[in-house]
């Protein structure tokens, strides 16, 4: 015999929908929200009645309100969406990513829909393919190099080589031996010459775009923390910060907001799950260093098995599905392309600490 539920359904299911921290909500096919759970409230900062009395389609970026509407007419059409993707501007400005799975209901002609705030995800995958696209037109730089080098190097390594040769000549007179070697002189100079302004024309090629300028570590933090403010106050990750040693440094400001968005990212990913995850950023200054140490009480590396990987890219040591590899090389990247320089001492479920010294 089938035994009967012991509550209703709806008692079972309310915890459900006010305690989770994904964001969910009923439309109805008029396109106005029915139900909207606190996480979602909160997130986009509108009141109750803000939310119910307007059209969801003017909470929506106006860019995506286009494609928003053409899914909508789908989903009004009885096919559910999956792993969609539009933009929300909260209150204050902001604008959230969500990644949206929604199924329709026509006999209730209700939307029933949960929704995932991916905005840091976005603003990684940015800066990645920023980074890439720098690094591609470096390797585009590089090959041009060595075609020109080849090229224009071949005649003068040629005429080394030829004089090389009749050096060793047996029957040479001492005046031609000196002469010859008079002449090797000069071509070798040549040769340094040459190379010296490659090398120089391919340093100003690569630094051209890299503008340092005094950058300041509390801005910097600020800016990155306004960006992922959802991520992190879902995770309820508490910041312990002390720049007073050193308030800023000369770098790349671009550069630095990568670093803290990556580290901060990261930390909140790989945190222990017994624990909340805890960050401390902190800097130093002496008469030899400038150092930066940014450390967390997450899952930790195995030092002595993957510590000579950390930095390399497309390494992944935690088997989160969304993991790319990529964040800690990026980091690792924009210190030394500065001359600057970082190193990590980890433990297993007891955290990281990456310290970073910038050129003095």
């Known amino acids: 015999m089938q035994q009967e539920a012991l509550v209703p359904t709806s008692i079972q299911l309310d915890p459900f929908f006010d305690l989770s921290m994904d964001y969910l909500c009923v439309a109805g096919y008029d396109g ?25 389609c003017d909470f929506i970026y106006e860019e995506d309100r286009g494609l928003t509407a053409s899914h909508r007419k789908s989903l009004i059409n009885n096919k559910p969406l999956l792993d969609f ?17 929604s199924i329709p209901m026509p006999d209730q002609q ?28 470096i390797n585009k730089q590089l090959k041009q190099l060595n075609y020109t080098t080849s090229h224009d190097l ?39 010459t040459s190379l010296d302004s490659y090398v120089d024309a391919l340093k100003e090629n690569e630094g051209a775009n890299v503008h340092l300028g005094e950058v300041y570590f509390d801005r910097i933090l600020e800016k990155v923390q306004g960006s992922i403010s959802s991520l992190i106050r879902d995770s309820k990750v508490n910041f312990s910060i002390d720049f007073s040693a050193m ?3 000369r770098f790349n400001t671009a550069y630095m907001e990568s670093i803290f968005l990556n580290l901060i990212t990261n930390s909140i990913k790989y945190a222990r799950p017994d624990v909340l995850p ?12 400038r150092l930066f140490t940014f450390s967390d009480n997450g899952r930790g590396f195995d030092m002595e098995n993957v510590g000579h990987l950390i930095f ?41 600490t990456f310290t970073i010294k910038f050129k003095s």
């Open 32 to 56: 106005y929200f029915r139900k909207i759970n606190p996480a979602f409230v909160n997130l986009l900062g509108y009141s109750e009645e803000e939310l119910f009395s307007t059209m969801i």
């Open 154 to 192: 071949r005649s003068p390594v040629n005429n080394l080589l030829y004089l090389a040769e009749i050096l060793g000549d047996k029957n040479n007179k001492p005046e031609d031996t000196e002469k010859i070697l008079d002449y090797i002189k000069l071509s070798a100079e040549g040769l340094k």
């Open 278 to 289: 805890e960050i401390t950023i902190t800097t130093h200054q002496n008469d030899d260093e």
């Open 312 to 352: 390399s890219l497309n390494q992944r040591f935690h088997g989160t599905k969304d993991s790319k590899g990529v964040g800690l090389y990026l980091v690792h990247s924009h210190v030394t392309s500065l001359g600057g320089a970082i190193r990590v001492e980890s433990k297993v479920n007891e955290g990281s």
């Open 247 to 249: 308030e800023s440094v």
């Open 85 to 101: 993707e539009n933009r929300y501007v909260c209150k204050s400005g902001e604008l959230v990513w969500l990644h949206w799975t």
């Open 110 to 137: 209700l939307v029933y829909a949960i929704a995932k705030n991916v905005t840091h995800k976005k603003s990684l995958e940015s800066e990645r393919v920023s980074h890439v696209a720098h690094l591609s037109e």
